[in-house]
């Protein structure tokens, strides 16, 4: 079955700073690739996703790459706020349509 | 805005007892989902349900069961807790199998 792993585990980086998380994954098949952010006290939320037929996407400060042939794909996000601070969960759709998860980073933006 | 609510958001119980966690959904989502989440383990599926009355197991299904009755309602239900179920838990739900997931705040679990 499909295997997320994601890294950095927690990151640190000053406000302004950019910040880069990375995940790769092992079915070929997998053909979705979202970002939820959980910050204190509350449940996920997506922030953004990939589909495997497009190489990027931004959206303002965040975007994300996805690169089939290694199978990974990374989370950027420049600029970074203080609200930027959360921890950061990449997913991708397995072969019976479940999200499998990778095991979180937690970013630390200090003003 | 779509809106997930959880029983409780802190939870103490002792080895052994029976568990219920309600998650209520407000927006007529078909797809409902309770995962698990632990410190360097991500979030694990536990059970979903892509209608009433219908259930499917996740990854570690083990120790836990469900109950769909309503469109709106996904307990989650641990038949006699026990100490390594001591967690955070997370319900979800979605409109369509590819659609995002919306979750809620979550209920922290403790097993004493």
């Known amino acids: 079955g499909e295997n997320v792993e994601q890294h950095p585990s927690t990151l640190s980086v000053q406000e302004g700073d950019s910040a880069v998380i990375k995940c790769t994954y092992s079915d070929s098949a997998s053909n979705y690739f979202p970002w939820y952010k959980q910050e204190l006290g509350k449940g996920p939320q997506l922030i953004i996703d990939?589909?495997?037929?497009?190489g990027e996407k931004k959206d303002q400060r965040i975007a994300v790459t996805l690169n089939k042939t290694a199978k990974h794909f990374s989370l950027h996000i420049t600029e970074t706020q203080p609200e930027d601070s959360a921890v950061y969960f990449c997913?991708?759709?397995?072969?019976?349509?479940?999200?499998?998860f990778g095991q979180g980073t937690t970013l630390q933006v200090k003003p | 805005d779509v809106k997930v609510t959880q029983s409780s958001r802190y939870l103490v119980k002792r080895t052994g007892e029976k568990v219920f966690l309600e998650c209520v959904q407000d927006m007529d989502h078909e797809n409902m989902f309770w995962y698990r989440q632990d410190p360097g383990l991500g979030l694990r599926l536990i059970y979903f349900s892509y209608d009433v009355k219908m259930k499917e197991k996740g990854d570690i299904p083990e120790g836990y069961s469900v109950s769909r009755e309503k469109k709106e309602r996904f307990s989650l239900i641990l038949e006699s807790a026990s100490t390594n179920q001591t967690s955070m838990y997370l319900c979800?739900?979605?409109?369509?199998?590819?659609?995002?997931?919306?979750f809620g705040p979550g209920t922290r679990l403790t097993v004493l």
């Open positions: 979800a739900s979605s409109l369509g199998q590819l659609e995002h997931l919306f």
């Open positions: 997913a991708a759709l397995d072969n019976t349509g479940k999200l499998i």
């Open positions: 990939i589909r495997s037929n497009v």
